[in-house]
T-cell receptor, first 114, second 116 residues
Framework: EPEVTQTPSHQVTQMGQEVILRCVPI?????FYWYRQILGQKVEFLVS????????KSEIFDDQFSVERPDGSNFTLKIRSTKLEDSAMYFC????????????FGPGTRLTVL | AQSVTQLDSHVSVSEGTPVLLRCNYS??????LFWYVQHPNKGLQLLLK????ATLVKGINGFEAEFKKSETSFHLTKPSAHMSDAAEYFC??????????????WGLGTSLAVNP
């Protein structure tokens, strides 16, 4: 069964460093998403991506964040200069079409900023 | 604006007894509603979804949920709890007619404990 994969499973970085979180969505999906879950808090939407551009982004997704689909397979989330409060589990998701169609989630990357 | 309220942060049941996890939603539009489950140290798995067809939705592992528009509720139930059901459960809403902007709005989650 096709699945969304994410690497690395755990990333530890120093404050101020850049990190890139990688995701491989399901191959025939067209919509891609990033969410994050700070420990003990709810899952929060960060950004959605369709047709090689951002469809929607939340207020969390400021200039420090960017997304890219560099090669038609990977979907990456970059944080330019990490802050302590960026420590969270980051989930990538993809769907065939938007709306009621199910979003399939990857296992997540746990980012720890020291 | 859309929002989700999960009425219980923690539910504890005995194995073999019914499970009820409560969820109320707020949406200005026609909502799609989902329940996701997250087992410890695992990713997010879809249990079931409502997208405008039957109001009683059956999902995996014996779970079901009923969409009640008049009550703006989408409670999750299971007739008989199993030890393996112990996990975090999230009620989620999405706008069905939002074009290509289909973000999911999440509840805070309900932690289900199943006692032997």
């Amino acid at each position: 069964e096709p699945e969304v994969t994410q690497t690395p499973s755990h990333q530890v970085t120093q404050m101020g460093q850049e990190v890139i979180l990688r995701c491989v969505p399901i191959s025939n999906h067209l919509y891609f998403y990033w969410y994050r879950q700070i420990l003990g808090q709810k899952v929060e939407f960060l950004v959605s991506f369709y047709n090689n551009e951002i469809s929607e982004k939340s207020e969390i997704f400021d200039d420090q964040f960017s997304v890219e689909r560099p090669d038609g397979s990977n979907f990456t989330l970059k944080i330019r200069s990490t802050k302590l409060e960026d420590s969270a589990m980051y989930f990538c998701a993809s769907s065939e079409a938007g709306g009621g169609n199910e979003q399939f989630f990857g296992p997540g990357t746990r980012l720890t900023v020291l | 604006a859309q929002s989700v309220t999960q009425l219980d942060s923690h539910v504890s049941v005995s194995e073999g007894t019914p499970v009820l996890l409560r969820c109320n939603y707020s949406s200005s539009y026609s909502p799609s509603l989902f329940w996701y489950v997250q087992h410890p140290n695992k990713g997010l798995q879809l249990l079931l979804k409502y997208t405008s067809a039957a109001t009683l939705v059956k999902g995996i592992n014996g779970f079901e949920a009923e969409f009640k528009k008049s009550e703006t509720s989408f409670h999750l139930t299971k007739p008989s709890a199993h030890m393996s059901d112990a996990a975090e459960y999230f009620c989620v809403v999405s706008d069905r007619n939002a074009g290509k902007n289909r973000k999911l709005i999440w509840g805070l989650g309900t932690s289900l404990a199943v006692n032997p």
